[in-house]
């Protein structure tokens, strides 16, 4: 095997073999940009309808990524690869994988993936659909369809190729770091890059003057309005990346918080939809230059259809849809739509079958049909014609609309006979259909099958049609690449996407997707089996789950398998090959939660387990067989390593200093710009949880662990790991606490305060005031959720209020809390938002009961009396259903309805006149309320309420049967309803039961 | 022959060529840079002693070149490939040759010159020595051996090599204009490149906000500063690179003035050499990790010198210095050394020889002695001993000191003899000197016959020696790459700067310097004619001259030949071709001075005249012969015809608006800060202008013209004709007022303003007006020059002002015009400043009148007296030197040097009572004094005052032979100093005779 390439020498192969490609060969942009995709030959040229293909290399600046050098392969900058091929050549893919060839990575060699990837660059409101791609493990390039750029839709759709070079060379060379890697025969890379990495990382995170920089951006943006003004786009645009740098450094000094952040992006993200637009028009106006250079394709290069056979006898039916790797959701979705529209679809055609069988992988969908007639069932259908007061003259002769309708039916005017119906007697015709071949009927009804699978993402990879066919583009969750068609041996040529339906499959990627011939409908699942393919998720799980389950207990542990996780990797290729990596366990040291998370969610790897703790291995999949397999392996286990070794550089920075000394960098951070900083929100939480450990009756020790988890609880907001796994927030804080030696009760509230429901009442505290305070905070602001949008997180806040209340038994009066809570903020509060935050809280509530499957009308009739103390309503809902389940309660509650629909619409409170009373069932019924009123109650107890009823309910009765109460008396009237209004009144506080069903 | 390279190719060729030869291939910088010497992987990396080779694209960003789009080959942004070789490798020009054979380029078939250039970037405190690299005429390459970057010596010398890309796609395709060659196989240049040239160039130009551009470059400044405090130089470079951006877009707003300009530079290089210096101190602290790729040269890699032979009888000697292309002063710097030094040498050498012929061209400098002796001449030397009295003791005998002296000399004690000389009798040796044969003593001698040559400015291209040997480097005006040394046949194998003496010389440029062996001494001459190379650069005069005659008469014309222009062609080449070169005869309407400008001082190209008007064509001289002519001429007409297109471009921009309006834009031309604009300049000039037209006595009109001319006089310095050739200001000036139809007298005034001497009185006028503005403004801000600093050309201000008063023989009195021109300054003015500013005019007066040869004495007895009026003085210079001619001036000057002597220590003047006037001599004495002083004196005259005291000077004589002055009494002694007093006070205002030789 030859030398592998030095760092420049994969740069000039990139350049030779787009260039050989057709590719116009660009140079780096003269602004420190984030990626390649920000330089103007991609976000500019991929606008409009001209072609562009273009390559060129883009050092590419993230401030935060910086590792002051110390990172093997994490650098604020790294050296990108950019490609733009528009209109899509067809085989982007393939390309690609030439590419990598042309730079010696043999994909029999390794495992090459492509991972789903969903782009977006909302700084300059772009979005495509495609991958990552990754070499043993390693993301090494970035590829999409770009479906949106500059708030433009693309047409055509342009595909973007970024390589990740470093990581390529690190993947070419097996290397553990990329600073002692060649970059030419002489120097290596570290030696021209290592030093300014540790400089510009000390700038971007401790150096930079936030005033000036802000200074900056305002500079900029002014500059690129004013250039906007005057048509000047691409001056425009260059200050929109200005603008765009320095947000980024900004934000790596940490100097914006959430919603300054939104803020900023937006200034950005609006200037470069301006620019884009105008872009739009500008070459609209200059008559699309390039356009000149479109290459028609003609039609000939469309292959030749095979002849339409038609066949006898019931034949097999194979449809193989071939894609580009699917992302594993998509490719469940579209299993499961074609199990749904197949027999539908075959049943409308009237086309008889035996079993179907659904089936795929990320690469090809496929349907085989067992026994599929050869035609369609002849069907007869009655159609209706007019009615026989019309149908027929006074001659008792068929009248010109029946006559009519017999001939446009194509039926004998003697042949129509009569029907009932209803409505009254009509004329009708049999008509009936015969059934047309089957090869005819598919190659209709096909296209419309596939054109009938949707998908929450769906992406456009042609060009719209032109002309006023009025169709809509194609669209899928990956390109479409190839049609299999087949009825036993026969092909059926129908057309879809470009594409034209035939016997031609292809096999796998890493043995450059031969083509495959199937020679009949029968024969496919073989064919497929041959070539290594698998093609029953269901096989695919077995296989893996089975072989990691051997390899983990080979490492002495039990895997952790997550199902999820399971389908997601099963549905990541197409001949699973499972096998072991190992790390160091020096690594063990990290907290479980970010190896796991690494492992699981980074790089869908299963983690080893023994005893709860996890083992220094993992179980990947690779895609193929065993060639190569240590080549795949030790870049697997070189991405682990590296993913790991840049959690410990960020513990090792943070643990540098205690998290008190964090807690005070939370002045910088921006909560909101009205709600002031995090340190302020710390402060508030601290006053309020000192509040709410009274109010919800914390032991003394507990209020102390409380108040010290409360004070530190957002420290780790301002440390290097949050700011990097944001998901980690709250973990690494406990973390870092019990490092710093803070009391476990402490430790656990830091850690559990993002949890839905924390375990400790400590955590629990903090956990209801940081939520009461965004609540609170956030609704002052204005910022109230809408159906569609609820950035910050609202709805799961409120529901973050109701449950650990409910699950910790925990009684808490909403109202007064929110009223605290309101009082602390910066920003005045009314009544009525408070109401409206109340109201929130317990919609949530409402949705969270109804979940748990209990019936709306009690949930109603509960929170309508206790929604402000969730976990005492959920006490009473679950007893109201008990109540209304039981037999007698179609007594109990009419009783009770009686007495409440009389008085309900009384405007005044009557005072109860004992004297008054005279009838006995007046009587009855007042000493019944007496002793019901008598019984002990527990606030909002339903029970306590009903078992009080419950005895009364005779007196009720005949107090209706035996008492007018309406008399027109109006002493007597008001004193029988101020009785009823004391009867109506046990509810009150714990149940409307008025929104009962049935009441 | 095979299609020329598209533009991607030539940067794939160029890297591959570069990658090839151990260069580091980097990458273009993420900001906007005007040259690659900017980009950090030149600027620092050159710094120290670390090995460093690289190669990189720079798309290079000048505003002030941006064109709209509309220049066939001047962009706003051009591209560079920029090479980087440390140390020099010894043949760097051969190497960099070999890539443009790699683009495609064949020497043979092209003009390729090495035309001087003394590259400086002041903004980073750089120098070098080079060329450009001309292919046909057109400038493609920039090639510099850097001296000092960042204020910091290089050592080693780092060679750069800077290609301009678009130049060279235009040359390979014999392209009329960039726009429509292929950038690569699909799509052109000018398809990518042209419409945001036109946006970039109307944002540097009109749109940038001036306000906002100087705030990013406060912010840029200050986060500069702030990472150098933290020793993070490359972000602090950053900076520097958009301080530096940002004050190009400032200048080419046209927002920033001469004195302001001064200061921003002066911003920017004090911090980039702040980064320098503290780059090198990082570079050492690492200990200079890259020193390890050095690769030792070792001795083995010396050629092995020919033995040593000596030789018998008389030879021919000839030594050849081989060397990169000599700039013309430099060639003819060194030849004439030669031809003083060589004799010199020789005869210090006692080497006998017949004649010395010093010839050369750009590459080589040749020394040819005829007969040189093969062996020193014998000589005997007396050496000088104790004296006589020490030498013998008292018996007569030798003592030990005469002893130890006759050994000391190597003298037999009996052989020592005595000779008289100044101070007495001693001891001498004769000390005889075998001659020693000429081969050994040229060895010795010729390295410091090399080091001998120095030059105006000259280089290093070796490191310094190292170890302590105190040697410095070699230094040239160009690297020496081979040295010939012939005796008849025989090498003197002698070393310098790294080479070794041999027999190899080396062929001309377009022939890849062929290796050419000479035989012997004697053939050298024919051997170079052989090779085409004509060593006598008189004889290339001549050969340039009668035939560059032929050609321009063939064209109808005659040659315009100014003689430096023709030393310089003359010795810019080996071996000449004149050929014609034609331009479209559209672009004579451009400004006679633009054309010949452009063709001489740009090109030096020889312009054709008919009647005293530009033909359409000029004369060019190739470096070689016919082969390929055609390509050559085609590209030189290129090259004549952009530069013209460029002029043309200018003018007609500034042709849209008139000079009224160019002046209104002064104002945003800072003059001075403390002076105000060019506007407020020019006000001052206008109001000084009608002080003046009185003191000078302008006719009416003369004094309307003059006021005219002064309103519009600095209204070019606006256009974009003048900013783009400042020596066109004037010029441009008065060709833009004739257009806009002003008064004949106006236009001549406003155009010749900047000449010495302006030829019309309005001219005059405006002239004095704005030089006395400039001195007086500028000395009142403390700007006087010192010795060696003038930056405001206040010398050439001072003497402007001395000339044209003294040419039009115009009396002003300075002193009060002075004073006038100080009143009108925004700033306080003393009058001891006023008297310095004169002083310093007078100084310039002094010189001038020195260099016209008179005679100091009498120069500083005319200015002593009257030098505030220039013309005044330089007639009484001129008689006052008649007057010193005389033969009776020794007689005139010291009768009235008597009168002086005796009455210049008086501290009074006394009054003269006639009536005490007794003895007849003085009677005399004051008959001829009033004679005198009742004659007609013109103000200042020499002539009338002598005149006047001529007839006076037998009194004067007679009185001091009978008359005692200083007599005991009072008033008789009083009376005659008055008397001698008045004869003295006739010179008053004319002249101080004391100041006169033989005073």
Redesign the interface.
């Known amino acids: 095997m030859a030398e592998p390439l030095d760092f420049?020498?994969i740069?000039?192969k990139l350049?030779?073999f787009w260039?050989a490609h057709?590719?116009?060969?660009w140079?780096?942009?003269?602004?420190?940009?984030g990626a390649g995709t920000m330089n103007p030959a991609t976000f500019l040229r991929v606008l409009g309808p001209e072609p562009w293909?273009v390559g060129y290399?883009e050092?590419s600046?993230r401030p935060d990524d910086g590792r002051y050098g110390e990172n093997p392969n994490r650098f604020q900058q790294h050296?990108q690869f950019q490609v733009i091929l528009k209109p899509d050549p067809g085989d982007p893919v393939e390309l690609y994988i030439q590419s990598l060839e042309a730079l010696g990575i043999d994909p029999r060699q390794h495992d090459i993936r492509l991972v789903e990837d969903n782009w977006e660059q909302p700084t300059i409101s772009a979005w495509g659909l495609g991958w990552e791609v990754w070499l043993d493990g390693q993301e090494i390039t970035q590829f999409t369809y770009f479906q949106q750029v500059g708030g433009q839709v693309l047409d055509p759709v342009a595909v973007e190729i970024t390589y990740g070079l470093e990581r390529i060379l690190i993947a070419l060379r097996d290397a553990p770091s990329i600073w002692n890697e060649p970059?030419?025969?002489?120097?290596k890379y570290g030696?021209?890059r290592q030093?300014?990495e540790f400089?510009?990382s000390?700038?971007y995170f401790?150096?930079?003057?936030v005033e000036?920089l802000k200074?900056?951006y305002d500079?900029f943006e002014?500059?690129s309005l004013?250039?906007l003004e005057?048509?000047?786009?691409?001056?425009a645009y260059d200050y929109v990346l200005k603008c765009s740098h320095t947000f980024n450094v900004l934000d790596t000094r940490g100097a914006i918080g959430v919603t300054e952040r939104q803020a900023y992006l937006g200034r950005i993200r609006g200037v470069a939809r301006q620019v884009a637009e105008s872009y739009l028009a500008?070459r609209k106006e200059?008559e699309y230059?390039?356009l000149k250079?479109v290459i028609e394709k003609s039609s000939a290069s469309f292959p030749k259809p095979e002849a339409i056979v038609q066949i006898k006898g019931k034949q097999t039916f194979l449809l193989e849809i071939g894609v580009e790797e699917l992302p594993s959701h998509d490719l469940e979705s579209a299993l499961d739509q074609l199990r749904e529209q197949v027999p539908v679809l075959l049943d409308a055609l009237h086309l008889a079958h035996a079993d179907i069988q659904v089936l795929g992988t990320p690469r090809r969908l496929a349907v085989l049909v067992a026994d599929l007639a050869d035609r369609q069932v002849d069907v007869e259908e009655e159609v209706k014609g007019p009615p026989l007061e019309r149908a027929y003259d006074a001659d008792g002769k068929l009248t010109q609309a029946a006559l009519g309708f017999a001939r446009s039916r194509g039926v004998k005017p003697e042949d129509l006979q009569t029907r009932k119906m209803a409505g009254g007697q009509y004329l009708v015709a049999l008509v009936r259909q015969t059934g047309r071949p089957v090869v005819d009927v598919l190659m209709e009804s096909l296209p419309g099958l596939l054109a009938g699978i949707k998908f929450e993402k769906s992406m456009r990879w042609l060009p719209k049609p032109t002309g006023d066919s009025g169709d809509t583009a194609v669209t899928f969750s990956r390109p479409l690449r190839w049609l299999v068609a087949l009825l036993g041996e026969v092909v059926i040529p129908f057309g879809y996407a470009g594409l034209l339906a035939g016997r031609n499959s292809h096999g796998l990627r890493p043995y450059n997707s031969p083509n495959i011939e199937i020679k009949s409908a029968g024969e496919y699942t073989q064919a497929m089996r041959r070539n290594g393919i698998l093609l029953d998720p269901a096989e695919r799980r077995q296989e893996i789950e089975s072989q990691a389950r051997k390899l983990a207990k080979s490492a002495g542990g039990a895997l952790l398998l997550p199902p999820e996780l399971l389908v997601e990797v099963a549905n990541l290729v197409e001949r699973p090959l499972p096998f072991l990596g190992r790390f160091e366990p020096d690594y063990l040291q990290l907290p479980k939660e970010v190896l796991i998370s690494v492992m699981k969610k980074h790089q869908r790897y299963f983690p080893v387990v023994k005893d709860g703790k996890l083992l220094p291995c993992f179980v990947v999949v690779r895609n193929g067989d065993e060639q190569g397999l240590e080549l795949v392996r030790s870049g697997n286990e070189h991405v682990v390593r590296a993913r790991f070794a840049d959690a410990q550089y960020f513990v090792n920075k943070d643990l540098q200093h205690s998290l008190d000394e964090y807690r005070s960098q939370l002045g910088a951070l921006t909560f909101h710009k009205s709600l002031g900083s995090m340190l302020d929100k710390s402060e508030r939480i601290l006053k309020l949880v000192e509040v709410l450990s009274a109010r919800l009756g914390l032991e003394s020790d507990q209020a102390i662990y409380a108040r010290r988890a409360a004070y530190l609880c957002k420290a780790d907001l301002a440390t290097r790991m949050v700011v990097e796994m944001t998901s980690l927030q709250g973990i690494m804080g406990g973390e870092y606490a019990r490092r710093g030696g803070e009391p476990d009760a402490v430790v656990q509230a830091i850690a559990e305060q993002y949890l839905p429901v924390p375990g400790s009442m400590a955590g629990v505290t903090v956990a209801l005031a940081d939520r009461l305070d965004s609540l609170t905070g956030l609704f002052a602001a204005g910022l109230t959720p809408s159906a569609t949008r609820d950035p910050f997180g609202l709805r799961r806040a409120a529901l973050g209020v109701v449950q650990p209340l409910v699950e910790h038994h925990l009684s808490l009066d909403l109202k007064g809390s929110l009223g605290e809570a309101a009082r602390l903020q910066p920003v005045p509060f009314s009544e009525q938002a408070l109401g409206q935050v109340l109201e929130f809280i317990i919609g949530r509530m409402r949705v969270m009961l109804l979940e748990q499957g209990f019936r709306y009308d009690v949930v109603d009739a509960v929170l309508a009396e206790q929604g402000h103390d969730p976990d005492q309503a959920r006490a009473a809902v679950e007893a109201l259903t008990h109540w209304v389940a039981r037999p007698d309660w179609h007594d109990i509650l009419p009783g009770y309805a009686r007495c409440v629909r009389i008085t309900r619409d009384q405007q005044q409170t009557y005072e109860l006149k004992t004297n008054a009373i005279k009838e006995p069932a007046e009587k009855d019924l007042y000493s019944a309320l007496l002793q019901a009123e008598s019984k002990q109650h527990l606030t909002g107890s339903v029970d306590d309420l009903l078992e009080a009823f419950l005895p009364m309910l005779p007196a009720v009765n005949r107090f209706f049967e035996q008492v007018m109460v309406m008399v027109e008396e109006p002493g007597v009237r008001e004193n029988r309803l101020a009785l009823l209004q004391r009867v109506s009144g046990l509810a009150s506080g714990v149940a409307d039961l008025s929104r009962l069903e049935g009441f």
């Open positions: 420049q020498s740069i000039l350049q030779e260039a057709g590719c116009l060969i140079q780096p942009y003269y602004a420190q940009v293909n290399v050092p600046v050296t970059w030419n025969a002489a120097v030696e021209v030093r300014e400089e510009h000390k700038y401790e150096v930079g003057s000036r200074q900056m500079l002014a500059e004013a250039c005057q048509g000047l786009l691409v001056p500008q200059l230059p390039l250079h």
